[in-house]
């Protein structure tokens, strides 16, 4: 009997420098810190008021309906730009060191992890059941899972599909278990 997934028959190596970890957070960060509708709804409702404020009146009661412009703009640049300084700084304060000597592998049960330690290997499995939430970037996947309480995160770069990480499996399950990305 045949498998319609593809799993790791040998688990790759998996490494990861601290700068990539870095570039993983921000980019979680990024996709979840999206702009609401109902944001962008109501400054539009602002500029349309201030632009018609600015066209009705004269003199100096158009100063308010410019400050509001402003304000928006103001408010739109901090948003964009203040916020993603902010987070590059606070992800930089924290002491992230480069992952190595792991080796992951894609199995029926979950995603397998191992690690040389001495003469002897330690595995740990993430099996799919435990997956709570998942994500999905251009370069990463992220992978939420809680066991006995404790929850875990696990970063997937795509990168790894140069070395046949079997990233189709890995989403086929996801789907299945957990449902569509965040």
Not at 55 to 76: D, N, P
Not at 154 to 161: D, G, N, T, V
């Amino acid at each position: 009997m045949s498998s319609p997934y593809a799993y790791t028959l040998q688990p790759i190596p998996y490494e990861i420098t601290a700068a990539e970890q870095r570039e993983a957070q921000f980019a979680a960060w990024k996709k979840n810190n999206r702009i609401s509708t109902k944001v962008w709804a109501i400054l539009a409702a602002i500029c349309v008021a201030a632009i018609a404020g600015i066209g009705f009146l004269r003199g100096y009661s158009t100063v308010f309906f410019w400050i509001l412009l402003v304000g928006v703009a103001l408010y739109l640049l901090l948003r964009v730009y203040g916020m993603a300084w902010y987070v590059k700084r606070e992800i930089a304060k924290y002491s992230v060191q480069d992952i190595k000597g792991i080796k992951i592998g894609v199995q029926p049960q979950g995603l397998i992890m191992i690690q040389k330690m001495g003469l002897q290997e330690g595995r740990g499995i993430i099996e799919w059941k435990q997956v709570t939430e998942w994500q999905e970037t251009d370069k990463f996947i992220f992978i939420t899972a809680s066991q006995k309480g404790q929850t875990s995160a696990q970063i997937l770069p795509k990168r790894l599909a140069a070395q046949k990480f079997p990233f189709d499996t890995v989403r086929k399950h996801l789907i299945e278990v957990v449902g569509q990305a965040k």
